[in-house]
C-alpha cells in the first residue's frame, strides 16, 4: 500500500501492521527506523497518522533534552532495584549523561490510543545500559513530543498503566 509522503508499506498479515521502507531519524543522528502502522487500513481518520509520523521525523534534539529528567528519575529507579537486589549499574551522574547509555530502536509502533483523548501516538522502543531487560520506551502524542517514558510496555500513557484519569499528562511513574 502506498502512503504518501513515505512509500510503500508491506502488509505484515502475522501483527496486522502496515511496515513503512526504512526513514531516517533527525532526532537520533538519521538513524533508519521503520514505522509500523497498528490499525490504520480501518481508521476513519488515516491522514492522523500521516501527520504523526511527519512530526516525528521533524523533531530534533530538544525533543528528547526535554524529556532527559524523567528519563533520568527511572535511571535512578531502575539503579535502586538493581542496588537492593545486589546486582550492578551503570552508574549515571546526571540526566543530561542519560543520553551516552541509550541506544536506539530502529522500529516504531503508530497507533490510536482507544481510551482518553484517542489521539495517534508513536511508540520508539530504545536499549538503554540501565535496564537491558525491558529497555526504554518513549511515546510520543501526535508525534509532537515525548508524553511518557519507562519501560518498554506497550502502553501510551500512565493512565492506562494504572487506570488512574489523573496520570495521563504524567510523563514518568515510578513503579516503586
Known amino acids: ?68 529528567d524523567a528519563i533520568f528519575h527511572y535511571y535512578l529507579d531502575c539503579s535502586r532495584l538493581a542496588k537492593a537486589d545486589g546486582l550492578d549499574c551503570v552508574e549515571i551522574a546526571a540526566p543530561q549523561d542519560v543520553w551516552q547509555h541509550i541506544q536506539p530502536g530502529w522500529e516504531a509502533l503508530v497507533c490510536r490510543r482507544q481510551t482518553g483523548d484517542q489521539a495517534v501516538y508513536v511508540l520508539f522502543e530504545c536499549d538503554c545500559d540501565w535496564n537491558e531487560e525491558e529497555g526504554l520506551q518513549l511515546v510520543f502524542k501526535n508525534g509532537l513530543q515525548i508524553s511518557k517514558v519507562g519501560p518498554f510496555d506497550d502502553f501510551l500513557s500512565y493512565a492506562d498503566v494504572y487506570g488512574l484519569p489523573e496520570l495521563d499528562k504524567v510523563l514518568y511513574q515510578s513503579r516503586g
Open 1 to 68: 500500500m502506498h502512503i504518501a509522503p513515505f512509500g510503500n508499506f508491506i502488509k505484515d498479515e502475522e501483527n496486522d501492521w502496515l511496515i513503512s521502507p526504512p526513514l531516517a531519524l533527525p532526532l537520533f543522528d538519521q538513524v533508519d527506523c521503520e514505522f509500523l502502522l497498528e490499525g490504520y487500513e480501518t481508521d476513519p481518520q488515516q491522514a492522523e497518522f500521516v501527520s504523526a509520523i511527519q512530526n516525528f521525523l521533524s523533531l530534533d534534539q530538544s525533543a528528547l533534552k526535554a524529556a532527559q
